[in-house]
């Protein structure tokens, strides 16, 4: 089964392209490249590097450590026994707070003049996105798991983000005449309703990194959907399916489970639970 955002670095394009209804022209596509280099190179000097980001949180994790360990045994002891080890953790302190502090000089970087155009130019071209796209007022923002792979020997292999399996992408949803639309304001993609055979509620969670809300996952209104998440930024979720048959081919799309209500209602289609066979 192909996953329907599955992105084949290969041929340059998502396994659900077959469904693509309409793109957007050359010359904006041009410039959506170029705002989004612009913006990937903001990021960078704004943000501190993953390997140093992993840094600053061991340091933290192996000071909280020492400090349980020295709080249950009491300073003296825990200095009689190993003052190298408390020595370590102050050190660590001081290590994590000179990376706290370049990450803060580094964040200075997204509010430069230079950053504010990029993003003025990323606003307009998504604006004229729309247009050409001719996506509706109606449109409702919805997150689906999506990730990229590669072929090696003729097999697939998916290049896994940090840590996680999925990358959370937001995407705009809608229906139109007979078909259930999702973009990602380059290409519009149309699913035949009468295409899609059942969207059902997973019990196994799946990892994936890219959380886009305003409220944190731990906040109770995404309480009725499993939704956790590590130290990290990791998040394990149970995903909705929607699975699509063209032909011989068959389809999955995988949304986060707070937007199973949402695609239901579109297509009509009653959301059901995996069963044990299912799930196997």
Not at 140 to 165: C, H, I, N, Q, W
């Amino acid at each position: 089964m192909k996953n329907f955002f599955g992105f084949c670095e290969d041929r340059n394009e998502t396994d659900g392209a077959p469904f693509i209804i309409r793109s957007v022209g050359e010359k904006l596509q041009k410039d959506k490249d170029g705002n989004a280099a612009a913006l990937e190179k903001i990021r960078r000097k704004s943000t501190l590097p993953v390997w140093l980001s992993v840094v600053k949180w061991i340091l933290l994790f192996f000071f909280v450590i020492v400090l349980i360990s020295t709080l249950r045994a009491g300073f003296r002891t825990a200095w009689h026994n190993a003052p190298g080890l408390l020595i370590a953790a102050g050190a660590s302190v001081i290590l994590w707070l000179a990376l706290f502090l370049y990450g803060k000089y580094r964040g200075r970087n997204a509010k430069t003049a230079e950053a504010q155009q990029a993003m003025t130019a990323s606003q307009r071209t998504e604006d004229e996105s729309e247009k050409q796209l001719l996506i509706p007022e109606y449109a409702m923002p919805t997150d689906v798991l999506a990730f990229s792979y590669y072929t090696k020997k003729g097999k697939p292999r998916r290049r896994g983000t940090l840590m996680a399996e999925y990358i959370l992408f937001e995407t705009q949803m809608f229906r139109e005449g007979d078909m259930l639309c999702f973009t990602d304001l380059t290409d519009v993609y149309g699913i035949p309703v009468s295409e899609i055979t059942a969207i059902t509620q997973r019990k196994k969670r799946v990892s994936a990194t890219g959380w886009n809300k305003l409220a944190q996952p731990d906040d109770p209104a995404f309480k009725p959907y499993r939704i956790a998440f590590n130290n990290y930024g990791v998040l394990f979720m149970p995903p909705c399916a929607v699975t699509i048959r063209r032909g011989e081919e068959e389809y999955e799309l995988l949304l986060a489970p707070y937007e199973a209500e949402k695609v239901c209602g579109l297509c009509g289609i009653p959301l059901t639970e995996e069963t044990k066979e299912e799930k196997k």
